[in-house]
C-alpha cells in the first residue's frame, strides 16, 4: 500500500495540552506517539498539524462571563464548542509532544490563529470558507491518499478525515494512532461512526508497518 509516492501521513495536533498532564488531556494520549513514530518513516509526505491560538480566542470558556469549558454558544450563527484555554501561541501547552519525531515531518500547519474562528480540520477553519493550504500542498505533489492520526479523534481527527474525503482524497484513519476525548459521551463512537459512513476507511499500525 505505501510503495508509492502518493501517499501521505497527516498527523494531527500531538501538542502537550492535549497529552498527559495538559489542560485540555485526551486519556491515554501519550500512547500513540510511539505508534505514530514507527509510522511516519514509512511516508514520503508526512505533515503535522498543530494549535496554535491567540490568548484572546473566542472558543476559550475564560473569555466570557459565566461561561464554563464544554458549555455551548452561537459565534456568527455558528455553533461553538467552549474550551479549557488551550494550545496558546509560544507556550508549552502548545509545543508539540516531546516524544513525538518531528524529523520525517515536511509541513507544519498551524491553525486556530484567527481569534474570530475555531479550526478543527487540518484543511479548513470552522467557517468551511478559509482554508489552510493544505489541500493545494498535497495536491501540487500528487497526493492521491491521506492516513490520518492524533488528536482528539472525535474533534480535530474527525473534521480533518471528513474534509479529506469530501475533497476526493482515498482517506484513512489509523485507528491505535489517534485518541479521543469522548466529551461529551458517546461522540467517539459517534465520530467513527459518521467517518464511515463518508467513505473513510479504518486501519490498523499492523496493517502498514
Known amino acids: 500500500m505505501l510503495q508509492n509516492n502518493t501517499n501521505a501521513l497527516i498527523i494531527v495536533d500531538v501538542q502537550n495540552d492535549f497529552c498527559e498532564g495538559g489542560s485540555l488531556e485526551v486519556q491515554n494520549a501519550d500512547q500513540i506517539v510511539p505508534i505514530i513514530n514507527k509510522l511516519s518513516p514509512h511516508f514520503d509526505k508526512v505533515v503535522a498539524t498543530q494549535d496554535w491560538h491567540p490568548a484572546e480566542h473566542r472558543s476559550f470558556a475564560s473569555n466570557h462571563d459565566d461561561k464554563q469549558p464544554f458549555d ?64 493545494g500542498y498535497l495536491d501540487r505533489l500528487d497526493v492521491q491518499h491521506v492516513f490520518i492520526t492524533g488528536l482528539a479523534t472525535d474533534v480535530c481527527v474527525m473534521f480533518t478525515a471528513l474534509d479529506a474525503s469530501q475533497l476526493g482524497l482515498d482517506t484513512f484513519l489509523i485507528e491505535d494512532a489517534t485518541k479521543g476525548i469522548d466529551q461529551p459521551e458517546g461522540s467517539l463512537e459517534k465520530s467513527m461512526q459518521k467517518m464511515k459512513e463518508n467513505d473513510v476507511k479504518m486501519l490498523h499500525s499492523s496493517d502498514i508497518l
Open 72 to 135: 455551548n454558544i452561537k459565534f456568527d450563527e455558528q455553533d461553538q464548542t467552549l474550551w479549557p484555554d488551550h494550545c496558546v501561541q509560544g507556550s508549552e501547552g502548545a509545543q508539540f509532544h516531546p516524544d513525538l519525531d518531528l524529523e520525517p515531518v515536511n509541513l507544519i500547519i498551524r491553525k486556530g490563529t484567527n481569534v474570530n474562528i475555531d479550526s478543527y480540520s487540518a484543511f479548513r477553519e470552522n467557517d468551511r470558507k478559509t482554508i489552510t493550504g493544505l489541500y
